[in-house]
T-cell receptor
């Protein structure tokens, strides 16, 4: 069965600093990988996704993620954090189990002024 | 498009009462998903439909939970009788397809069972 592990339930960065949110996956089939963001009191929205094309994926709001098969990772990065990036971020995997999305536990990102 | 619409946004009820959550997916989307989000268990898929037919309900916690999709533009999730441990945020999402297609989430219904 597929699974996702997000390292760190809470990450805090200063405004303007690099954002790095870690995601490792487990899958017996080629995975499709996603990052979703959830702002307070809202539903999730897609940041970016990897669907077996380019391994470096660019998303909305300046975020990007790189699929590294050898490391089974799909870490999310942004060069310079903005206050508006404060939210919860979810990594997810699909491609097995009937195509369902399997979500990680989430990482809450705080941005300090 | 207005996106996925859920109602009510907040529901407070007493243990033992019936609760019905509603969802209107994005027009043209063939898949509809119901998720539950809690601090302890994170985001869990309860059930999903394809073309109004339930495909996988393995995430439905127990017989107290039921979901229907009578047509392409409406779905309900019912809990009867409700219990305090059902308190959570329930999300509905829809998508064109599975695996690689983006799921679009509604704003959620925050359920509190006293």
């Amino acid at each position: 069965a597929q699974s996702v592990t997000q390292l760190g339930s809470h990450v805090s960065v200063s405004e303007g600093a690099l954002v790095l949110l870690r995601c490792n996956y487990s899958s017996s089939v080629p995975p499709y990988l996603f990052w979703y963001v959830q702002y307070p009191n809202q539903g999730l929205q897609l940041l970016l996704k990897y669907t077996s094309a380019a391994t470096l994926v660019k998303g909305i709001n300046g975020f990007e993620a790189e699929f590294k098969k050898s490391e089974t990772s799909f870490h999310l990065t942004k060069p310079s954090a903005h206050m508006s990036d404060a939210a919860e971020y979810f990594c997810a995997v699909s491609g097995d189990q009937g195509g369902k999305l399997i979500f990680g536990q989430g990482t809450e990102l705080s941005v300090k002024p | 498009d207005a996106g996925v619409i859920q109602s009510p946004r907040h529901e407070v009820t007493e243990m033992g009462q019936e609760v019905t959550l509603r969802c209107k997916p994005i027009s043209g989307h063939d898949y509809l998903f119901w998720y539950r989000q809690t601090m302890m268990r994170g985001l869990e898929l309860l059930i999903y439909f394809n073309n109004n037919v339930p495909i996988d309900d393995s995430g439905m916690p127990e017989d107290r939970f039921s979901a229907k999709m009578p047509n392409a533009s409406f779905s309900t999730l019912k809990i009867q009788p409700s219990e305090p441990r059902d308190s959570a945020v329930y999300f509905c999402a829809s998508s064109l397809g599975l695996e690689t297609d983006t799921q679009y989430f509604g704003p959620g219904t925050r359920l509190t069972v006293l």
